[in-house]
């Protein structure tokens, strides 16, 4: 009995290990809607890209990277609190945006926030990119 049990365990490998080897393993692929949370991650590359296009200290990048995560959280917070695409939401959004905005200028300085006005397109091309 014990060489029938070894024999039908080595079948039973052979067949899974055959089996598995002929199918191609599936691909899941996350979709994210403009309603999906936005990934903490976000928050971390786009503070990159902006340190690597713009140049900044080390510094601005820590403080970039802080306003930009807390923006992150404070999206998604009010996200799970409103209805999507809702007028309270929308104003909300707005709220955090221009917040955010603020202390981004005050972090940069007058010359590199205006720096980031011109390169916004670029920044976001690259943020895109990264995406794929």
């Not at 052979?14 to 996350?30: H, I, K, Q, S, Y």
């Not at 990048?61 to 996200?79: D, H, P």
């Not at 590199?112 to 390169?119: G, H, I, L």
Request: overall charge positive; aromatic content about 2%.
């Amino acid at each position: 009995m014990p060489s029938l049990r070894l024999a039908a365990a080595l079948l039973l490998s052979l067949f899974v290990l055959t089996d598995c080897a002929r199918r191609p393993a599936p691909v899941v692929e996350t979709v994210r809607t403009e309603d999906s949370p936005t990934p903490p991650a976000a928050a971390r590359d786009l503070a990159d890209v902006m340190a690597s296009t713009l140049s900044l200290s080390p510094e601005q990048t820590t403080k970039v990277r802080s306003i930009l995560a807390n923006t992150v959280a404070e999206v998604n917070a009010a996200r799970q609190k409103h209805p999507p695409k809702s007028a309270p939401l929308m104003t909300e959004l707005k709220r955090i945006n221009a917040s955010s905005e603020a202390q981004l200028k005050q972090t940069l300085g007058a010359v590199k926030y205006k720096e980031f006005q011109a390169k916004k397109k670029q920044i976001q091309t690259e943020m895109q990119q990264r995406a794929r």
